[in-house]
């Protein structure tokens, strides 16, 4: 079993920065990649960026690309979203997620956090 817990969400102005993270516990957590997804009001649950077991290998959305980088240190079994250049179209809940890496994607989700609230402001 994987426990997810996220935090670093809050309000932020238009192009300003947020640092997400995604606490793991259990044991086998290193034995997943990892990722990213988020779900704005009204909408359906949206994949955001995704890394491999090792981190040798990302993958992001294209509303994402260039902004957002996703990080992870296994020795603290915690994942991370650093979001730059944040937008109003970014605020949404942003869910920590771990499964399987395929396609430069994150698919067959193991394991979900609870979400972290994040508001951008015009």
């Known amino acids: 079993q994987v426990q997810l817990v996220e935090s670093g969400g809050g309000l932020v102005q238009a192009g300003g920065s947020l640092r997400l993270s995604c606490a793991a516990s259990?044991?086998?957590?290193?034995?997943?990649?990892s990722g990213w997804f988020r779900q704005a009001p009204g909408k359906e649950r949206e994949f955001v960026a995704a890394?491999?077991?090792?981190?040798?290998?990302?993958g992001y959305s294209d509303s994402v690309k260039g902004r957002f980088t996703i990080s992870r240190d296994n020795a603290k079994n915690t994942v991370y979203l650093e979001m730059n250049s944040l937008k109003p179209e970014d605020t949404a809940v942003y869910y920590c997620?771990?499964?399987?890496?395929?396609?430069?994607?994150?698919?067959?989700?193991?394991?979900w956090g609870q979400g972290t609230q994040v508001t951008v402001s015009s």
């Open positions: 890394i491999t077991r090792s981190g040798g290998s990302t």
């Open positions: 997620a771990a499964g399987q890496y395929v396609g430069n994607r994150l698919r067959s989700v193991h394991y």
């Open positions: 259990g044991r086998t957590f290193s034995s997943y990649s």
